[in-house]
């Protein structure tokens, strides 16, 4: 008969235990998906990449058009998602904090963040490439836009609400208008969750493809302006990837771990720049 | 310089400098209410446009997919056929693919997302936590397109050498639940995208759950441990049921991950358009099945198939979401019973 003590001690170091293979059983996989994007793209890494366009199949090339389509695409996502974003929370956090109104959006943006980015991708399909009759870098980039907008809103609610209630009442006695108090003191108070969202916003968005597919589509040749179809990475490492030749593979790899890299020196800074704020408030 | 003397001044010395004063202030406080109509209305603007987003979308692929559900009817969703080239399709396949993929991913990915909060928040020592911790953001930091191409040339030829023809022999034999384990190694299928789906949302439970532990106030936990209780006693009685609410919503934002995330899964699920109880055979989702053959699309009725199965996502999405709102009332109205 197991005294209670020894049971209590028994079932906490099982737990505990469990909890450490847990987080291994977490980490071994991005050792493993990082290792395997880190060795098959170094080995299919090339200067060429950066300077050639994308070949057809058997002969050589680079990803310029595509890195180039990308990150046109992206910035314009974050132009047009991150204020938008950060506004609807604000509103959400500061005036519409208990109301039915403000429960209602922010179910829609809970359903929106989870929508699916297919979804999405349909929806600016049938909004911007339908009507217009062609697939265009703008649509791709409208695309990012709704799909990093919700993560946006959703942590900038949450964030500012998270702000003790003495500094905004602090800030109101001082006879701060409220506009002044939400941007000056408040956003500023939780600038740091902000940021983490947009930036969880940004992380997601770079390596988008499923609505690219219906609104940037692709595009084998240099394209500068996001009139027309355009190029992007994600597009071409599901082309490349899913075709039979292996030296299309190569570049699918080659694409990848570019594209891996540029997103993890993106995390792995942002975070530095958010500990150190961090250390500079307190 | 006028207005810091003017008030340490009597009145009648100098009649100027207190009216210009007030003037200027009652000024400014007209320009801070016009301020903060046009911040209201600034943010109020950007906040309805999430909601007309929402509405828009659906109201989009409803309007796309019309076609298709006038043709098909409620075959739509009864039916297993998807031939491309008889125009005959139906959503019954991707449908039950989405569904068993996003809870296979869900039963892996809930209790390791716990063990690693807990770990990141209780066990791990100071300098450790942030490492782990952010190496477990990174998870979700990689685009899940290099998760699909991983899984195609890595996880699903490990599947198939590995771990689905112990599967098979082992599992495969079991009456009843045997059915589940049918089938030829060939990795491709059901369970190896739920797995990388697992992995794939790990992180984003993670993240939040983690933050949600941090928030717990300190000097509860410290009343606990004061009054003798274990790490987990204190994680289950303290922690966990101060962060209820939170975790749900970790949970769900997991669950809409799974449920539409489309590209890992479009490499390793197979395209078959073939009924199938085992999760061994290679099947298809409704995102894979939209992302596969969306550029394929060659006639009305096909594009317009594809967009109604859009609709379909959408609405699964949402009432699984509207489903999670209601559980997290009633657990908030439990709690306060209690």
Redesign the interface.
């Known amino acids: 008969m197991m005294s209670l003590y020894t049971r209590r001690q028994l079932v906490n170091n099982v737990m505990m235990v469990a909890s450490t293979a847990a987080t291994l059983f977490g980490l071994v996989w991005l050792f493993w998906i990082m290792g395997t994007t880190v060795f098959q793209g170094a080995r299919a890494l090339d200067l060429k990449l950066f300077t050639q366009m994308t070949p057809a199949p058997g002969e050589s090339g680079g990803l310029l058009n595509a890195f180039y389509g990308s990150l046109m695409m992206t910035v314009i996502g974050l132009i047009i998602g991150t204020p938008i974003g950060v506004l609807a929370g604000t509103y959400l956090a500061e005036f519409q904090r208990r109301s039915r109104m403000g429960q209602v959006i922010r179910f829609t943006n809970d359903i929106l963040l989870s929508a699916p980015s297919i979804v999405i991708g349909l929806f600016v399909y049938e909004l911007v490439v339908r009507p217009l009759g062609h697939f265009s870098g703008w649509a791709g980039g409208l695309a990012l836009a709704l799909i990093l907008l919700p993560v946006v809103v959703r942590t900038t609610d949450e964030m500012l609400q998270l702000v003790p209630g003495g500094m905004r009442e602090a800030a109101l006695s001082l006879g701060l208008p409220k506009w002044k108090v939400s941007v000056r003191v408040l956003q500023r108070a939780a600038s740091t969750g902000i940021l983490t969202g947009v930036l969880l916003g940004l992380a997601r968005i770079s390596g988008e493809t499923a609505p690219l597919l219906f609104t940037a589509l692709n595009n084998q040749y240099w394209n500068a302006s996001p009139n027309g179809p355009t190029a992007n990475v994600p597009v071409v490492i599901f082309q490349y990837a899913m075709s039979p030749y292996d030296q299309w593979h190569a570049y699918a790899w080659a694409g990848a771990f570019v594209m891996t890299m540029f997103v993890l020196v993106l995390a792995v800074c942002s975070r530095a720049l958010l500990s150190r704020s961090k250390r500079l408030r307190s | 310089m006028a207005d810091d003397i003017a008030p340490l001044m009597p009145a009648g010395d100098n009649p100027m400098g207190p009216s210009r004063r007030v003037r200027r202030r009652r000024a400014r406080r007209l320009n801070?209410?016009t301020?903060?109509r046009?911040?209201?209305g600034?943010?109020?603007?950007?906040?309805?446009?999430?909601?007309f987003?929402?509405a828009?979308?659906a109201l989009?692929?409803a309007?796309?997919g019309r076609l298709a559900f006038r043709t098909f009817g409620w075959s739509f969703f009864t039916s297993t056929q998807w031939d491309a080239v008889a125009h005959k399709f139906s959503a019954l396949v991707p449908i039950w693919g989405t569904v068993v993929t996003a809870t296979i991913a869900i039963v892996i990915a809930v209790?390791?997302?716990?063990?690693?909060s807990?770990?990141?928040t209780?066990?791990?020592p100071p300098w450790l936590r942030?490492p782990?911790g952010?190496?477990?953001?990174?998870?979700?930091?990689?685009?899940?397109?290099?998760?699909?191409?991983?899984g195609?040339?890595?996880f699903v030829p490990f599947m198939s050498e590995h771990i689905q023809p112990w599967m098979i022999d082992h599992l495969g034999t079991l009456p009843v639940i045997g059915r589940v384990f049918d089938g030829a190694p060939i990795g491709l299928g059901m369970l190896t995208a739920g797995i990388i789906l697992g992995?794939m949302i790990?992180?984003f439970i993670?993240a939040v759950m983690r933050d949600v532990f941090l928030?717990t106030p300190t000097v509860l936990k410290e009343s606990a441990f004061a009054l003798g209780a274990?790490?987990?006693?204190v994680?289950k009685d303290i922690v966990l049921p101060n962060s209820r609410t939170a975790l749900i919503g970790a949970i769900?934002?997991g669950?809409?991950?799974a449920?539409?995330?489309?590209?890992a899964v479009?490499?390793v699920l197979g395209n078959a358009h073939d009924f199938s109880l085992s999760l061994m055979q290679p099947g298809n989702s409704i995102?894979a099945t939209?992302?596969n053959e969306?550029?394929e699309a060659d006639s009305d009725i096909y594009l317009s198939s594809l967009?109604a199965l859009?609709f379909v996502?959408?609405v699964l999405?949402?009432v699984i979401?509207a489903l999670a709102?209601l559980l997290l009332h009633a657990t908030r109205r439990e709690g306060a019973m209690a």
Not at chain 2, 42 to 51: D, E, I, K, N, Q
Not at chain 2, 230 to 233: D, G, P, S, V
Not at chain 2, 259 to 263: A, S, W
């Open positions: 801070d209410r301020a903060d046009l911040f209201l600034l943010t109020g603007g950007a906040a309805y446009l999430v909601f987003t929402l828009g979308a989009s692929m309007w796309g209790p390791v997302s716990l063990g690693i807990v770990f990141l209780e066990i791990a942030s782990v952010t190496a477990i953001e990174l998870l979700a930091a990689i685009p899940s397109i290099i998760y699909g191409m991983w195609l040339f890595v992995i790990i992180p993670t928030a274990t790490r987990w006693e994680v769900f934002l669950l809409g991950r449920l539409g995330e489309t590209m479009t490499f995102a939209i992302a969306f550029t967009i859009g996502l959408f999405t949402f979401l709102r």
